[in-house]
């Protein structure tokens, strides 16, 4: 039995997946809109640094897919959301198109992919130091948890040179992802857990004592959440280390 087991998101955590978050959305947001475009089109084509700066602002407030083409809605209507409950409640009023965008988006994606392989994937690099960490990770306390499909972080991480079990990646879909650690730790697997992510909402949901959360102070946050400490920070420094310890038979 390893002592922790580790479980680490993937976007904001692992990959900076935003450039490519964009571009997706911003194809379906044109598709939607009835206006022709398609791949070759979006990757060629320098979108306005305003709104691509607004965009990357926003991006803390992401829970899924579909959330990307919210905030492409809210841009093109000039609605200011400076808080997570701010998009939740336009969010809210977007149930419907949230359901149907989602779909679109993973669409868009598979086009994005299908057209040029290789540059969709240069769009969503491993963050800086993380590929050391993941290495280490991967010989034996790691788990990757995301609500991304298994396959994108599969090959993802494949072309960036990082062999990762399969077993390892879980796709969280709609659920808590504390939920999910719990019921890994009640096999009996570990005693305890670290959880690292970016979305703090993640962090704060109800969960078991065993399970330690912890924000990445890299990732996709706001400097409030930092400045509140209702999650500790981690940085990828004492990630190192708590990987480290975890990867310990008892």
């Given amino acids: 039995m390893l002592s922790s087991l580790i479980f680490l998101d993937f976007d904001g955590v692992i990959c900076d997946s935003l450039p490519e978050c964009y571009l997706t959305s911003r194809l379906a947001w044109e598709k939607l809109n009835g206006r022709a475009c398609d791949p070759a089109e979006a990757y060629n084509t320098v979108p306005d640094a305003n709104h691509a700066k607004a965009f990357r602002l926003l991006r803390p407030f992401i829970r899924d897919g579909g959330d990307y083409l919210l905030l492409q809605h809210a841009l093109s209507q000039g609605k200011t959301l400076s808080s997570q409950e701010d998009f939740d409640q336009f969010a809210e009023t977007q149930k419907a198109f949230h359901k149907a965008s989602l779909t679109l988006f993973q669409e868009c994606r598979a086009e ?3 057209y040029d392989r290789s ?41 960036h040179g990082i062999t990762w079990r399969a077993d390892r990646i879980i796709c969280s879909g709609k659920r808590p992802k504390v939920d999910i650690i719990t019921e890994l730790l009640e096999k009996g697997e570990s005693t305890g857990a670290y959880f690292v992510d970016d979305q703090i909402d993640h962090l704060l949901y109800p969960h078991d004592e065993r399970i330690t959360c912890l924000l990445a102070s890299w990732g996709y946050i706001l400097p409030q959440w930092l400045e509140e400490k209702s999650v500790p920070a981690v940085s990828l420094s004492q990630l190192e280390m708590l990987i480290t310890k975890a990867d310990k038979s008892v």
């Fill in 112 to 114: 994005l992919l299908d």
């Fill in 119 to 159: 540059r969709w994937f240069d769009l969503n690099p491993l963050f800086d130091g993380i590929p050391s960490l993941l290495r280490l990770a991967a010989r034996g306390a790691g788990f990757i948890l995301s609500t991304k499909p298994e396959h994108f972080i599969r090959e993802i991480l494949h072309h």
